[in-house]
């Protein structure tokens, strides 16, 4: 789908990945395609994605799907102003939205690791219910946190707020998910491996990956299909 006044969908693709301070290569990473082909084809408008794959730069990249398919919905920005707000005490949500509890004194490491504080913040996250459906998330299942450190860079920055869906714990390859590592809330790139094994990888080439066993101190939290960055 291309809109002539607003440029072509490969065109907004590649808006997008350069507003994020992306390569081709780090974005078919973050998606968890085996190579930059896919990314190049759908920025040179030789291949139109299909909606899967759109849903998935969406969520890389922080625009909306809307946007990506035809130029609207404001810019290669975080979700438009107003989708995604902070809770004020004592308005109530609209019935078009939801609010999703946001721990703000839990940490999520994208580093080395951050001590759990399992303290949850009175001012929960307030999402359209419209973003949810999209995801495939059911409201009881979202929860919304803050991570630390820079492994996830270029990806998520240090201080970024992740919203997390408590109902797929099932590893996909090469999406990335929330765990519990030894007492440790982190965000990784998950792989599995043979017996029994999770391979822990970040966007941040600095850091190398991990093996983890699965069973005692480690779990999977989560996946992680939302995420908001104000970026210094």
């Known amino acids: 789908m291309t809109d002539t006044t607003k440029g072509s969908i490969g065109e907004r693709i590649a808006q997008a990945r350069k507003a994020k301070?992306?390569?081709?290569?780090?974005?078919?990473?973050?998606?968890?395609?085996?190579?930059?082909?896919?990314?190049?084809?759908?920025?040179?408008?030789?291949?139109?994605?299909?909606?899967?794959?759109?849903?998935?730069?969406?969520?890389?990249?922080?625009?909306?799907?809307?946007?990506?398919?035809?130029?609207?919905?404001?810019?290669a920005t975080p979700l438009k102003s107003g989708t995604v707000r902070e809770w004020v005490d004592g308005e109530a949500p609209e019935d078009d939205e939801v609010d999703v509890p946001f721990f703000g004194e839990v940490e999520l490491s994208a580093g080395s690791g951050t001590t759990v504080v399992a303290e949850v913040s009175k001012a929960p996250i307030r999402f359209h219910r419209q973003i949810l459906r999209s995801a495939d998330v059911t409201p009881s299942a979202a929860a919304c946190c803050r991570i630390s450190g820079d492994?996830?860079?270029?990806?998520?920055?240090?201080?970024?707020?992740?919203?997390?869906?408590?109902?797929?714990?099932?590893?996909?390859?090469?999406?990335?998910?929330?765990?519990?590592?030894?007492?440790?809330?982190?965000?990784?790139?998950?792989?599995?491996?043979?017996?029994?094994k999770v391979l822990l990888r970040s966007a941040n080439p600095s850091y190398g990956d991990e093996e983890v066993e699965v069973g005692d101190g480690f779990r999977v939290l989560g996946r992680v299909f939302w995420s908001s960055a104000v970026w210094h």
């Open 151 to 196: 492994s996830m860079e270029p990806i998520l920055p240090n201080g970024a707020t992740v919203g997390i869906n408590t109902h797929q714990t099932a590893i996909v390859d090469g999406k990335m998910y929330a765990v519990d590592h030894g007492g440790l809330l982190r965000v990784k790139i998950l792989q599995r491996l043979p017996g029994g």
């Open 21 to 75: 301070g992306m390569t081709q290569p780090q974005l078919a990473k973050a998606c968890g395609w085996d190579s930059q082909g896919r990314v190049s084809n759908y920025e040179r408008d030789k291949r139109e994605p299909k909606s899967n794959d759109v849903r998935i730069l969406a969520s890389v990249l922080g625009v909306s799907e809307s946007w990506l398919w035809t130029g609207e919905d404001g810019a």
